[in-house]
Nanobody, 123 residues
């Protein structure tokens, strides 16, 4: 499967943005799909994941603000980002894995990656 992330852009603090991860050559339902981000000068970090059964996981800093979802018909996973903060500025990547749910926060367990999409939140 190939993944393509898109939808990034420039938004003011407090605003909303939705980034998308479109899959081709395979079904997103066959994978755990994760979103990661890398801010300037920082290491890439886990943001959210969507599991086979619709289970989700988030890092604490985005809980209540971000929502990950999946559209099976469009073979796409979304990350809806609300109440954005300047510290959310980063390149956002989507990735796919088939490892157990307990490892979903660990990027080394993701074998398929899309290109990043830049999200910039201005203060």
């Amino acid at each position: 499967v190939q993944l393509q992330a898109y939808g990034g852009g420039l938004v003011q603090a407090g605003g909303s943005l939705r980034v998308s991860c479109a899959a081709s050559g395979g079904s997103v339902r066959s994978y755990i799909i994760g979103w990661f981000r890398q801010a300037p000068g920082k290491e890439r970090e886990f943001v959210a994941a969507f599991g086979w059964l619709g289970n989700t996981k988030y890092i604490d800093s985005v809980k209540g603000r971000f929502t990950i979802s999946r559209d099976n018909a469009k073979n796409t996973v979304y990350l809806q980002m609300n109440s954005l903060k300047p510290e959310d500025t980063a390149v956002y990547y989507c990735a796919a894995t088939t490892v157990v749910w307990g490892r979903v926060t660990e990027e080394n367990y993701y074998s398929l990656w899309g290109q990043g999409t830049l999200v910039t939140v201005s203060s």
